[in-house]
């Protein structure tokens, strides 16, 4: 097997933007929670392909916060780059800013973390390039997702017996 190079985070981060239109709102003119959940896993997804140059899927959307409301007329803006690399899975962050085209006034409307996974040709998880420590801030941002990462495998071995 292949090892693929490791890369920055810069390498896998990706930008994109959207339109929020009066179909995609709620009868107060403020974004559906799902369609920006959709958006963030687009964007998300991106980066983690970007990351490993092949297909990966979505494993779980480990947090997610609405910070602010995004209005109907609003430019919105996803942010996206891996975070932390394990063995066949990712971290990835996306940051949606909400942008006000006639102002230019832009606030963070949301915060994710999801994580991937590396798919192969037969659709087996795969290895993942490792992510490469650039300088102190990246050094530091790594640490961070890493120990995310922990809690996130500390909180799902405590919720195993989840029952509705």
Do not use: Q
Not at 32 to 45: H, K, P, Q, R, V
Not at 74 to 96: C, F, N
């Amino acid at each position: 097997m292949e090892t693929k190079r490791a890369k920055s985070a810069d390498e896998s981060a990706i930008e994109t933007r959207y339109l929020l239109m009066p179909r995609d709102a709620n009868p107060l003119g403020t974004a559906f929670g799902g369609l920006i959940m959709s958006w963030i896993d687009s964007a998300a997804s991106m980066a983690a392909t970007r990351h490993c140059e092949a297909p990966v899927v979505t494993a779980a959307i480990d947090s997610l916060s609405f910070r602010a409301p995004i209005l109907v007329g609003d430019h919105v803006v996803l942010k996206a780059r891996v975070t932390y690399t394990g063995i066949k899975s990712m971290e990835v962050a996306v940051r949606v800013i909400r942008e006000n085209p006639i102002s230019g006034i832009r606030e963070t409307a949301t915060t994710a973390y999801l994580t991937f996974v590396s798919m192969d040709e037969y659709g087996v998880p795969a290895a993942v390039p490792a992510l490469l420590c650039s300088g102190e801030k990246e050094c530091i941002a790594i640490e961070k997702a890493r120990l995310r990462v922990l809690a996130r495998k500390d909180l799902r071995s405590r919720h195993d017996d989840f029952d509705v």
